[in-house]
């Protein structure tokens, strides 16, 4: 039997107060939505459908390869999943997730999956300490009969503890026999989906309970309090993560991570650092507080000092960058180049041992081995138009305060004065000049204030 997703995201989510669907708001810096489909494509999912309704077109346009099934007005539970049965194959096992409870784990989806069967039915539940808002669990002789909604119940059943998540897998099958049955004859006139649970048992059908292995699996999100809780309890796990894999944090709940973060042995991570993409740090990196690293690869050995910047950077190993550094997309450091404060680069290719120290923009640039660029210097790489390039070879010296304005190589070895303003080529181990020349005035005097 294939496996179908129905994931209900067509709710509105008043209590965010935002113009932004509820299901697009993220937890590390992925739509919730976006955390729910990872899930369902992790078990190997054959289609994924995602019912939308309130902000449909916004959360059309962030997703692809998934069915969408549009629930333009929002009856209940039941309705939205009746909503996509057309779109079921008879013989498939339908997994009902939800687009506001984003940690849900592939390991406990596989469980359910397990569970369903032509005979059975799976629901997730767990067990609340205060379980108020949510349809409670009501057992005969410890079997699942019913789920009564909490504005149904009476006030016995207000006092179950176990509650149901939302969370089940039925066959599609039996979700055509039961859905077009449903009535909205409840205390909020909604189709609830809740209502199938009876219908199982009434036809003999077993309802198999699964339990999460955390219950944060299955926490949902309302407002942005619970969005936060989430985002923290999130956090703290890929902290743990990058901690078993051998890094040291400063502060576990102070580091970020939107997205993967590898890290070698014996790494250091300072507090308040932001990890954005795919990024890979080396063993024994040093990483300052408040970093930012946005699909960044750090080599072993590197140390970034606080208040850097890397976005789409690649620093070999041994190098030594910031503090105040901003490294710019398609920057490559070799092994021990040194990027200091004040300096951005961007498409800079950096040969070992290179080195810009303070205070320069250094763009669209090649620098060979072992070139010492001084304070200040610029590379005037675009012209209002185009962008050109600037070589630098081996060994070269770029004295402070230089403007190389691209087109333009300077050879090996060669040096440049400070000051100058670089126009023209020039060949390996010249010396260039280009300023201004100094001419001292003797008995110049300063001129005085006025009197009159
Ligand atoms: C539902 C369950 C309740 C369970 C709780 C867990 C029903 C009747 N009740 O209640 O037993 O404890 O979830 O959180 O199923 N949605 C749609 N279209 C609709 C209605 C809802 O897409 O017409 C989506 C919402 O966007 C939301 C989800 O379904 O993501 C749940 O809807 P909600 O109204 O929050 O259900 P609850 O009342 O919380
Ligand atoms: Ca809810």
Known sequence: MSIEVVILAAGKGTRMRSSLPKVMHAIAGTPMLGHVISA?????????????????????????????????????????VAQALPSLADDSRVLILYGDVPLIASETLDKLVAHCNDEAMSLLTTNLNDPSGYGRIIREQDKVVAIVEQKDASFEQLAIQEVNTGIMAVTAKHLKQWLPRLSSDNAQGEY?????IEMAVGDG????????ASPWEVQGVNNRAQLNELERYYQRCRAEAVMADGATLADA???DIRGELKVGQDCYIDVNCVFEGQCEIGDKVHIGP????????VANGSTIKANSVLEEAVVG?????????????????SAKAKIGNFVETK???????????????????????????????????????NKSKTVIGDGAFIGSNTSLVAPVTVGKNAT????????????????????????????WKRPTKKTD
């Open 40 to 80: 369902a494509r992790s078990i190997a999912a054959d289609t994924i459908h995602v019912v939308v309704g309130h902000g449909a077109d916004h959360v059309k346009a962030a997703f692809d390869r998934v069915s969408w099934i549009d629930q333009t007005e929002q009856k209940g539970t039941g309705h939205a």
């Open 192 to 196: 609830y989906l809740t209502d199938i």
């Open 205 to 212: 059908i077993a309802v198999e309970v699964c339990q999460p």
């Open 253 to 255: 709940g102070r580091i």
């Open 290 to 297: 408040n970093c930012v690293l946005i699909n960044s690869r």
């Open 317 to 333: 190993e041994d190098c030594d960058v910031g503090p105040f550094a901003r490294l710019r997309p398609g920057t490559v450091l």
């Open 347 to 385: 498409k800079a290719v950096l040969g070992a041992g290179s080195k810009v120290n303070h205070l320069s923009y250094i763009g669209d640039s090649e620098l060979g081995e072992n070139v010492n660029v001084g304070a200040g210097t610029i590379t005037c790489n675009y012209d209002g138009v």
């Open 416 to 443: 440049v004065g400070a000051g100058s303003t670089i126009t023209g080529d020039v060949a390996e181990a010249e010396l260039a000049v280009a300023r201004g020349k100094q001419r001292n005035i003797s008995g």
